[in-house]
């Protein structure tokens, strides 16, 4: 099954984002990448211009050889001896200044559109919906938005540059053949005509292995973070040679692409060297004619031969050249489908800023589904008041933490409406939406700083009352006046310098200085042990207190005092009330779960 197959079963659809077209419209990826290079264009100008003498300049040399073999091999002019070397070294050495000057201006300007690429590539990522995130790979999205950035940025420039100069270089080199005879010239570049046959036929190809390539390489960036981010799963279930087999088979994967790669780019280059011997050959054959019959001098002849053998050196090569420029316009192509893509979860126009208290939250026929046609929530109902402690039970798969995303609008639904005090949230904006909800997961992502960069994410702005309130409610004082450094601990990497109940307790501090009137607790305290649970369920609970909270629940035990108990199955509600009342409901799916969950914990 192909990937378009596969994409095609989920609500988006994002395989265009991967792949770069071949029949992709160059003139406007040109023009986007010239919209980058606009705020440097005089550096960048500045060193495109110093290497168009770069490339004339190579013709010189065969310029200087027609009167050097002429006036000294022939005529034995010591004058012109001594001069001609003189001039070749004085123009080779501005050659290499300018050289060096346009290398660095080249430089400069391509990193800093490399840098602003990246930056709203970054942005953009910001602003991608979740379904991406579900759908993609770390190490796909880190190729994606950080290699091809660089792809496209140095090829952006770089192919400018080795453009200009080769270009200049060629002309330049062809005056010289026309100067030295139009006869001998018309010949031989004419058979340099014959290049651009292959080009077409290698086209396609490329273009396919670059895609491919670009999957394949995702592949491997997660291969090395799945090595970090798991490494003590890995030991602890001895998967080295598990883990080297799958990183193996992608190295053989990017082996093999890599290696018809080159075969198309191979292949070319035989050819280009066919034709260039084919045109050394006329050369020879024709000036030797045209010398023994006194229509060229030897110094015309030798001249035209040096200008002619700089001018196909580069065309020998041409495979490789044309495959590093499509590896660079594929970038660029897969570069602009990110930054063109619309954002399917986004504010709509004139969307409102919700600035109120919500009093009521309503979901009216809700439905929703992650693949086409397979919904996971079906004609929901549910009314919810400030104050009131709902949570969600049932079997894994039923749909319980999908509810709680999509208030956030992590996902829109399907059909229905959910609304806030009577506006429906996709017309709220995403941020004033947002801030009203705090978030406590089963497992908190925190990041790599220390423990209050990582609470102030809550509130950036948050004064240092503010934030030890936050710490004492979370019950996180202690612990932090035994740390030497004690706030501004470093905790590593997604905290992993943290036990899992600390981890959760730092996540509810950041909830309680959010100070958000809506919190939402998906499974907080079910990866936990005893002892842990009950420090950190003390903590929610204060948590909890004045705000309308969404529970999902694990462990029943922790939900009895909810004012209401929804229970789905297979995506549908079909038991609702308290746990007083659910207890006793004859034959209840809750007080089946209850019973057996009790089981199992006494």
């Known amino acids: ?41 005089f550096r960048a100008g500045l060193g495109l211009l110093f290497a168009l003498p770069v490339g004339a300049m190579e013709a010189v040399i065969a ?149 491919k390539g670009i999957k394949v390489g995702g592949e491997i960036t997660t291969s090395y973070n799945e090595a970090v981010g ?105 570069v602009f489908k990110i930054a063109d893509y619309e954002a399917k979860i986004k504010d709509k126009e004139n969307a409102i800023k919700f600035n109120e208290i919500p009093q009521k939250i309503e979901f009216k026929n809700v439905w929703f589904e992650y693949l086409k046609d397979c919904p996971v929530l079906k004609n929901i109902n549910l ?39 009577g506006y429906d949230i996709k017309d709220l904006t995403l941020e004033s939406l947002r801030a009203n909800i705090s978030f406590v997961f089963q497992d908190n992502f925190l990041f790599n700083g220390t423990i209050k960069e990582n609470v102030l994410l809550g509130k950036e702005n948050a004064s240092d009352k503010e934030v030890n309130l936050a710490l004492e409610r979370a019950f996180l004082k202690d612990f932090i006046e035994s740390l030497p450094d004690g706030l501004n601990t470093k905790i590593g990497e997604r905290g992993v310098m943290l036990s899992g109940g600390q981890k959760q307790r730092v996540a509810i501090a950041r909830a309680f200085i959010k100070n958000a009137p809506i919190v939402v607790l998906d499974e907080a305290t079910s990866a936990l042990d005893n002892k842990s649970e009950q420090i950190v369920q003390m903590a929610l609970n204060k948590l909890m207190e004045d705000r309308t909270v969404f529970v999902i629940a694990h462990r029943l035990s922790t939900i009895q005092g909810a ?3 929804i229970v789905l199955n297979q995506g549908e509600i079909v038991e609702t009330g308290n746990h007083a009342t659910l207890i006793n409901v004859e034959n209840g799916q809750y007080k089946s779960l209850y019973n057996s969950q009790f089981k199992v914990e006494d």
Request: charged fraction near 15%.
């Open 63 to 211: 310029l200087a050889l027609r009167p050097y073999t002429d006036a000294v091999m022939v005529d034995k002019n010591a004058e012109v001896a001594f001069w001609v070397p003189i001039i070749i070294i004085l123009f080779t050495l501005i050659q290499g200044i300018l050289n060096y000057l346009s290398a660095y201006l080249n430089a400069w300007a391509s990193t800093k559109i490399i840098l602003d690429l990246i930056r709203d590539l970054y942005k953009k990522l910001m602003n991608m919906e979740s379904s991406y995130f579900d759908q993609k790979s770390s190490g796909l999205i880190l190729t994606r938005f950080s290699g091809d950035a660089n792809a496209a940025s140095i090829g952006f420039l770089g192919q400018i540059k080795i453009l200009v100069t080769k270009s200049a270089s060629a002309i330049a080199l062809i005056c010289v053949l026309l100067y030295n005879s139009w006869l001998l010239a018309l010949g031989a570049v004419g058979i340099l005509a014959l290049a651009a046959l292959p080009v077409k036929i290698v086209r396609k190809k490329l273009t396919f292995l670059s895609n």
């Open 563 to 565: 004012d209401k108990i």
């Open 383 to 421: 009314e919810v008041k400030a104050g009131e402690t709902v949570a969600f039970v049932g079997n894994s798969g039923g749909g319980k933490s999908t509810i709680a995303h999509l208030l956030p609008r992590f996902y829109d639904i399907k059909s229905g409406s959910i609304t806030i005090n």
């Open 230 to 334: 798991g490494n003590k799963v890995i030991k602890g279930y001895n998967l080295e040679q598990n883990r080297l087999n799958v990183f193996n088979k992608s190295m053989s994967e990017i082996f093999s692409l890599s290696m018809k790669g080159a075969q198309v780019g191979a292949l070319m280059t035989p050819f280009m060297y066919f034709l260039a011997s084919l045109g050394m050959a006329f050369t020879l054959g024709m000036g030797s004619h045209l010398m023994v019959t006194k229509a060229i001098t030897p110094g015309q002849f030798t001249s035209f031969l040096f200008a002619l053998a700089m001018l196909y050196t580069p065309f020998k090569t041409l495979g490789n050249t044309y495959s590093d420029m499509k590896n660079s316009l594929l970038a660029m192509d897969r």
């Open 1 to 41: 099954m192909d990937n378009k197959t596969v994409a095609s079963k989920y609500v988006y659809d994002y395989t265009d984002l991967e792949n770069a077209g071949e029949h992709s419209n160059m003139k406007t990826l040109w023009s986007k990448m010239f919209n980058y290079t606009k705020p440097y264009l």
